[in-house]
């Protein structure tokens, strides 16, 4: 069974630039988790989606966005890039939560740069 | 929402020692505690999880307790390996994570 799969491994932008990051989860997982992981700290919450729909949203501002595609696999957008939104960008997935099935499978990240 | 503490920030341990990783959190609602290694390079991995309805749980030479009534959880890692050096992650309702432990296993 393949795991979660995410690309690119590696992007550079610039500063005010936009970056898109794609997440594919395991096969039978709905849900689709993003986390934010800045050098050297833990993981951030980002966004939830389930079903297509956004279930939850960390503490983030605005130009942080996404959507979940009907075939569940998502896309992390984020305008106007600042240099503080240089990290490793990951992704989960897992059934959906509450069924005692929520385990998370992460993906390997996409490493962000900003210059 | 749930604020979760996590402690040490770095753990050396020898060889073949125990070793311990604590978290404590702030929602009594939580009810689902996994805790996950990441290695250099790669996503976090699940390890070992435990829900509100269990107060300790092992597998081989990893367990992990918890205490709901002090809402704190953690981790026990016997007869170290080097192979178990790794960042650990805690986490409470499958979103908040603690800020991780580094733990370094010296031969």
């Known amino acids: 069974e393949a795991g979660v799969t995410q690309s690119p491994t590696h992007l550079i932008k610039t500063r005010g630039q936009q970056a898109t990051l794609r997440c594919s989860p395991i096969s039978g997982h709905t849900s689709v988790y993003w986390y934010q992981q800045a050098l050297g700290l833990g993981l951030q919450f980002l966004l939830w989606?389930?079903?297509?729909?956004?279930?939850n949203r960390g503490n983030f501002p605005p130009r942080f966005s996404g959507r979940q595609f009907p075939n569940y696999s998502s896309e992390l957008n984020v305008n106007a890039l600042e240099l503080e939104d240089s990290a490793l960008y990951l992704c989960a997935s897992s059934r959906l939560p509450g069924q005692g099935k929520e385990t998370q499978y992460f993906g390997p990240g996409t490493r962000l740069l900003v210059l | 929402g749930e604020n979760v503490e996590q402690h040490p920030s770095t753990l050396s341990v020898q060889e073949g020692d125990s070793a311990v990783i604590k978290c404590t959190y702030s929602?009594?609602?939580?009810?689902?505690f996994p805790w996950y290694k990441q290695e250099l390079g790669k996503g976090p991995q699940l390890i070992i999880d435990?829900?509100?309805?269990?107060g300790e749980k092992k597998d081989q030479r990893i367990a992990v307790t918890l205490n709901k009534t002090a809402k704190h959880f953690s981790l026990h890692i016997t007869e170290t390996q080097p192979e178990d050096s790794a960042v650990y992650f805690c986490?409470?309702?499958?979103?908040?994570f603690g800020s991780g432990t580094k733990l370094n296993v010296k031969p």
């Open positions: 929602d009594s609602a939580s009810n689902y």
């Open positions: 986490a409470a309702s499958l979103i908040y």
């Open positions: 989606y389930d079903e297509g729909e956004e279930r």
């Open positions: 435990i829900r509100s309805n269990v």
